[in-house]
Protein backbone atom coordinates (compact mmCIF):
# COMPACT_ATOMS: atom_id res chain seq x y z
CA UNK A 1 0.00 0.00 0.00
CA UNK A 2 2.60 2.38 0.48
CA UNK A 3 3.23 2.56 -3.41
CA UNK A 4 -0.13 4.33 -3.99
CA UNK A 5 1.15 6.88 -1.59
CA UNK A 6 3.55 7.67 -4.39
CA UNK A 7 0.87 7.39 -7.43
CA UNK A 8 -0.06 11.09 -7.81
CA UNK A 9 4.19 11.94 -7.93
CA UNK A 10 4.37 9.69 -10.73
CA UNK A 11 1.29 10.46 -12.95
CA UNK A 12 3.00 13.83 -12.48
CA UNK A 13 5.73 12.63 -14.18
CA UNK A 14 4.42 10.93 -16.71
CA UNK A 15 3.15 13.65 -18.26
CA UNK A 16 5.63 15.67 -18.00
CA UNK A 17 6.82 17.25 -21.83
CA UNK A 18 9.51 15.22 -23.18
CA UNK A 19 12.11 18.27 -23.65
CA UNK A 20 12.05 17.89 -19.88
CA UNK A 21 12.99 14.37 -19.44
CA UNK A 22 16.20 15.07 -21.99
CA UNK A 23 19.16 13.78 -21.11
CA UNK A 24 22.30 16.81 -20.96
CA UNK A 25 24.78 16.49 -23.41
CA UNK A 26 28.23 16.27 -21.76
CA UNK A 27 31.62 15.82 -23.67
CA UNK A 28 35.38 16.27 -23.88
CA UNK A 29 36.86 19.14 -25.13
CA UNK A 30 40.74 18.48 -26.25
CA UNK A 31 42.57 21.24 -26.84
CA UNK A 32 45.87 19.75 -29.03
CA UNK A 33 46.34 22.84 -30.50
CA UNK A 34 49.36 25.21 -29.80
CA UNK A 35 46.83 28.06 -28.81
CA UNK A 36 44.56 29.38 -25.94
CA UNK A 37 40.94 28.73 -26.46
CA UNK A 38 39.39 31.54 -25.07
CA UNK A 39 35.97 31.05 -26.07
CA UNK A 40 33.28 28.21 -26.68
CA UNK A 41 29.82 28.02 -28.03
CA UNK A 42 27.46 25.41 -29.31
CA UNK A 43 24.37 25.70 -30.80
CA UNK A 44 21.72 22.80 -32.18
CA UNK A 45 22.43 22.84 -36.05
CA UNK A 46 19.17 23.97 -36.77
CA UNK A 47 19.52 27.24 -34.32
CA UNK A 48 20.30 30.48 -36.85
CA UNK A 49 22.86 32.12 -33.60
CA UNK A 50 25.39 31.61 -31.28
CA UNK A 51 24.13 30.54 -27.75
CA UNK A 52 26.13 32.31 -24.86
CA UNK A 53 29.77 31.56 -24.48
CA UNK A 54 30.11 28.29 -22.56
CA UNK A 55 33.46 28.91 -21.00
CA UNK A 56 32.83 32.19 -19.31
CA UNK A 57 35.37 33.94 -18.07
CA UNK A 58 37.66 30.39 -18.34
CA UNK A 59 39.99 29.85 -20.88
CA UNK A 60 41.33 26.07 -21.99
CA UNK A 61 45.34 25.72 -22.35
CA UNK A 62 47.18 24.16 -25.02
CA UNK A 63 47.40 20.72 -24.35
CA UNK A 64 44.19 20.43 -21.49
CA UNK A 65 41.41 19.56 -21.34
CA UNK A 66 37.41 20.10 -19.69
CA UNK A 67 34.17 18.20 -19.61
CA UNK A 68 31.84 20.19 -21.12
CA UNK A 69 27.70 19.66 -20.69
CA UNK A 70 25.09 21.66 -22.40
CA UNK A 71 22.41 21.48 -20.51
CA UNK A 72 19.51 23.27 -22.82
CA UNK A 73 16.68 20.66 -22.63
CA UNK A 74 16.88 19.73 -26.30
CA UNK A 75 17.06 16.68 -27.90
CA UNK A 76 19.35 17.84 -30.64
CA UNK A 77 22.57 15.48 -31.13
CA UNK A 78 23.95 17.90 -34.12
CA UNK A 79 25.67 20.80 -32.95
CA UNK A 80 27.24 23.82 -34.52
CA UNK A 81 30.20 24.12 -32.69
CA UNK A 82 32.30 27.99 -32.46
CA UNK A 83 35.66 28.22 -31.04
CA UNK A 84 37.61 31.33 -30.76
CA UNK A 85 41.79 31.29 -29.78
CA UNK A 86 43.32 33.93 -28.10
CA UNK A 87 44.88 35.31 -31.16
CA UNK A 88 41.54 36.08 -32.29
CA UNK A 89 41.54 33.34 -34.88
CA UNK A 90 38.38 31.15 -34.64
CA UNK A 91 36.66 27.97 -36.18
CA UNK A 92 33.28 26.42 -36.67
CA UNK A 93 32.37 23.02 -37.18
CA UNK A 94 29.28 20.79 -36.92
CA UNK A 95 29.66 17.71 -34.74
CA UNK A 96 27.09 14.82 -33.69
CA UNK A 97 27.24 14.98 -29.90
CA UNK A 98 25.47 11.91 -29.68
CA UNK A 99 28.46 9.86 -31.65
CA UNK A 100 31.17 11.03 -30.10
CA UNK A 101 32.28 11.29 -26.57
CA UNK A 102 35.19 14.46 -27.28
CA UNK A 103 36.25 16.89 -29.49
CA UNK A 104 39.75 17.45 -30.17
CA UNK A 105 41.13 20.72 -31.38
CA UNK A 106 44.54 21.23 -33.27
CA UNK A 107 46.63 23.18 -35.40
Not at 34 to 52: G, R
Not at 71 to 83: K, S, T, V, W
Request: glycine share 4%; charged share 25%.
Amino acid sequence: MRFLRYLPALAALAILPTSAMAEDMVFKLINKSSFVITELYASPSNVKSWEEDILGTDVLGSGETVNVTIADGRRACEYDLRIVFDDGDAIEDTTDLCETASYTVTD
